[in-house]
């Protein structure tokens, strides 16, 4: 039986395809609930604190106290979270939690000064069919400099990559600029990743040649998801990653069975 493809492709599903079939299927196709995380939710909160600081502050008013009350202004609507209150932290964990959020915001001042920015955009949503595939991305920051040129930034609140890890983690902002050529008609002339964990920027610049392939790879990945939902054949990969999935007791690679995440089928006069 035939599977319903995705409504379009991400750089989050992409990656999640190609790292695990089967777990894509189980969060993408089935859409089965996964339990919230604290990496998931401390990039949640530090994400809403830099938004807020570079969106209601303006030029010149962006300095680290002016995040701090955008920090606590953050932690406060999401005090009320459900993905907060699902990891049920008693108080000293709550307070690790906004400590480590403080400490990542404060680092990313020692990556770039704030009030020198010119952001065109902040969490830019972009979408655009090509080569009949529908892709869809979520900009974390757009900037234009004095001539111009665009700039996409990407934050990231984990651990910085390996040197042999890099080109994998800019696979994301380089499916971002291959989105802005289309949607906006104009190359970036770089992308950035910040991680305020480092705290490291790593840069690249986006080319034509780069740009086709990553145009290419994401084809290739939606056709093998094309394939996968036609025959129903999403298998695990096992790897280093199963010992956070949240899917594992449905994997057979480790004993389950996936049947019971598949809503039954109704039968016509069955």
Same mark, same amino acid.
């Given at each position: 039986m035939a599977l319903p493809l995705p409504r379009s492709l991400s750089p989050s599903k992409v990656g999640?395809?190609?790292?695990?079939?089967?777990?894509?299927?189980?969060?993408?196709?089935?859409?089965?609930?996964?339990?919230?995380?604290?990496?998931?939710?401390?990039?949640?909160?530090?994400?809403r604190t830099l938004e807020g600081l570079l969106w209601n502050h303006p030029s010149g008013h962006r300095s680290v106290d002016v995040a701090d009350a955008e920090l606590d202004d953050a932690f406060t609507e999401l005090a009320a979270d459900a993905e907060l209150l699902a990891l049920a932290l008693d108080r000293d964990g709550v307070d690790a939690l906004r400590n480590e959020a403080r400490m990542l915001v404060a680092n990313y001042f020692t990556l770039e000064d704030p009030n020198s920015i010119a952001d065109v955009a902040i969490e830019m949503t972009l979408e655009a069919v090509v080569d009949g595939v529908r892709l869809r991305g979520i900009l974390d920051r757009l900037d234009?400099?004095?001539?111009?040129?665009?700039?996409?930034?990407?934050?990231?609140?984990?651990?910085?990559?390996?040197?042999?890890?890099?080109?994998? @983690?800019? +696979?994301? %902002?380089?499916?971002?600029?291959?989105?802005?050529?289309? &949607?906006?008609?104009? @190359?970036? +002339?770089? %992308?950035?990743?910040?991680?305020?964990?480092?705290?490291? &920027?790593?840069?690249?610049v986006p080319t034509d040649q780069e740009l086709t392939g990553v145009t290419r790879r994401t084809g290739a990945v939606w056709a093998a998801i094309e394939r996968a939902c036609e025959h129903d054949d999403f298998r695990p990969r096992p790897s280093a990653l199963c010992s956070w999935c949240s899917f594992r007791p449905l994997c057979p690679a480790h004993g389950g069975d996936p049947r019971p995440a598949r809503p039954p089928v109704d039968v016509p006069g069955g």
């Open positions: 999640a395809f190609t790292t695990c079939p089967l777990a894509f299927r189980f969060a993408t196709i089935d859409r089965l609930p996964e339990p919230p995380t604290r990496p998931a939710v401390l990039g949640t909160l530090v994400h234009i400099g004095p001539t111009g040129e665009l700039s996409i930034v990407d934050y990231k609140t984990g651990k910085v990559p390996s040197d042999s890890a890099v080109s994998g @983690r800019l +696979a994301g %902002v380089q499916f971002y600029a291959m989105l802005c050529q289309h &949607v906006l008609h104009l @190359r970036p +002339a770089r %992308v950035r990743l910040l991680y305020l964990r480092g705290p490291t &920027v790593i840069e690249a």
